[in-house]
């Protein structure tokens, strides 16, 4: 079974940067999309970033400016950066398997979610 | 701009059959299957229905999905109090190359 798991501070300054980490066990990273997802308090769902095994990125474009996302198939982890933060990027923050199905993706497999404050 | 519009609630009881819908605006074209995920309080969302009518290994057959042109339906029959959540559909905008999820509903069980 599949098991993801974010890490980073749950807190981050205003301006500062938010970087997390998933950790991918009981399975490779090779093969599959690996997405960042995140759901402000009471709130619904938006996608954040994709990356594919070989490295292969894409980005919401309400987010591309700020984003940025990276693997390390040796440690089977990958990881999202994103800049000059503000209160609207306080949200859980759910890092997720990506399946490439026909025309329409879909996401198999969810970490448990982080909660990211900014601070002012 | 692209928008899945879902009612932001729904309820039923327990036996009940509900159905929550999900609606693609104009911009997206209605090709792509739709996927719905159920996210439980306090816990991460998990895949319910993908390609519009499949089912993961493990999820009950009450739970089924439909889709016709640009709306699809999540269908819930003999409902469940363990059923109560939120729910989302979502779909992938050709346009971005990335998914889009709808708003989500609410779903109560009386």
């Known amino acids: 079974q599949v098991q993801l798991q974010e890490s980073g501070p749950g807190l981050v300054k205003s301006s500062e940067t938010l970087s997390l980490t998933c950790t991918v066990s009981?399975?490779?990273?090779?093969?599959?999309?690996w997405s960042w997802i995140r759901q402000p308090p009471g709130k619904g769902l938006e996608w954040i970033s994709y990356?594919?095994?070989?490295?292969?990125?894409n980005y919401n474009p309400s987010l591309r400016s700020r984003v940025g996302i990276s693997l390390d198939t040796s440690k089977n982890q990958f990881s999202l950066n994103l800049s000059s933060v503000t209160a609207a990027d306080t949200a859980v923050y759910y890092c997720?398997?990506?399946?490439?199905?026909?025309?329409?993706?879909?996401?198999?497999?969810w970490g448990q979610g982080i909660l990211v404050t900014v601070s002012s | 701009q692209s928008v899945l519009t879902q009612p932001p609630s729904a309820s039923g009881t327990p036996g009940q059959r509900v159905t929550i819908s999900c609606s693609a605006s104009s911009s997206i074209v209605g090709t792509n299957a739709v996927n719905w995920y159920q996210q439980l309080p306090g816990t991460a969302p998990k895949l319910l229905i993908f390609n519009s009518n499949n089912r993961p290994l493990g999820v009950p057959d009450r739970f089924s999905g439909s889709k016709s042109g640009t709306s699809a339906s999540l269908a819930i029959s003999g409902l469940q109090s363990e059923d109560e959540g939120d729910y989302y559909c979502?779909?992938?905008?050709?346009?971005?190359?990335?998914?889009?999820f709808g708003g989500g509903t609410k779903l109560t069980v009386l």
């Open positions: 990356i594919y095994y070989n490295g292969y990125t």
């Open positions: 009981g399975g490779s990273i090779s093969g599959y999309y």
């Open positions: 979502a779909t992938w905008i050709d346009s971005v190359n990335g998914p889009l």
């Open positions: 997720a398997r990506q399946v490439d199905y026909s025309n329409s993706p879909y996401f198999d497999f």
